[in-house]
């Protein structure tokens, strides 16, 4: 089965992050990690319940990170490893990111 992490700001600003070849992260580390990251980029809800999804987590962190985080070399291992903890949080193997309506796709 494929499994791929898309992270895009549109056309021109797209990033694929396959990981078909890379070890899946534990659901419970991903999370870890997702809300490690979230405190580090300073992240604020989108809801104003205050509640944040696991989703919303994801797009605020790749929103906070920004394109260099996802689009220089020497950022891939952070990039790829939020794409596997994008994938496991969610527990989808295909996931696209799109930052530029704010929406997760499976």
């Not at 056309?11 to 070849?21: G, K, Q, R, S």
């Amino acid at each position: 089965m494929r499994s791929q992490v898309k992270v895009s700001w549109g056309d021109a600003n797209t990033y694929l992050f396959d990981l078909d070849e890379v070890q899946p992260m534990p659901h419970e580390q991903a999370r870890i990690w997702l809300d490690q990251q979230f405190q580090a980029w300073d992240c604020d809800p989108i809801r104003l319940s205050g509640k944040v999804l696991t989703a919303d987590k994801v797009l605020l962190v790749a929103q906070a990170a920004g394109k260099q985080q996802f689009a220089l070399p020497e950022n891939r291992e952070w990039a790829l490893t939020f794409s596997r903890a994008a994938s496991a949080a969610l527990a989808k193997p295909v996931v696209t990111v799109d930052l530029a309506t704010m929406a997760i796709g499976y």
